[in-house]
């Protein structure tokens, strides 16, 4: 039928204690496989990538909400940006152009730097989806 991509909803999968979510993940790409599809498998629902597959994308808006709460992305995981282990690491991206997060706390376009920022973060760290 030609689709190229799959979308789960996974909120309350998410949430379950019995890995509900991993066990459907298994099932959907583990089927997507058996069939010979390259298609991509979107997980709408979930706030922050998982470290159970670098197969996936993530549907969410992490990266821009964070960066309004004035949070930095590192590896696709959000620090404040007075935290002591990220503060004065340097970021060669776009956004940063070799500056530091605590750089970036006091920039009159913070929001615009964070946001853009983590959203080059997240790609990154999902392997540049």
Same mark, same amino acid.
């Given at each position: ?60 808006? *992490?990266?821009?909400? =964070? !960066?309004?709460? $004035? &949070? ?7 620090? #404040? ?8 690491? *340097?970021?060669?991206? =776009? !956004?940063?152009? $070799? &500056? ?7 920039? #009159? ?21």
């Amino acid at each position: 039928m030609g689709y190229v991509s799959f979308v789960l909803p996974a909120r309350e999968l998410a949430r379950e204690e019995d890995d509900g979510l991993k066990v459907v993940l298994a099932t959907a790409l583990q089927t997507l496989k058996e069939n010979g599809l390259n298609a991509e498998l979107v997980i709408h629902g979930r706030s922050y990538r998982s470290k159970a597959s670098r197969e996936l994308s993530y549907a969410n808006l *992490s990266w821009f909400l =964070e !960066a309004k709460r $004035g &949070r930095y992305f590192r590896y696709g995981s959000p620090y #404040e940006l007075t935290d002591v282990d990220i503060r004065y690491d *340097s970021c060669n991206c =776009e !956004a940063c152009k $070799g &500056r530091s997060p605590k750089d970036l706390a006091g920039m #009159e376009n913070r929001v615009e730097a964070l946001a853009l920022h983590n959203l080059l973060d997240l790609n990154w760290a999902l392997g540049g989806i």
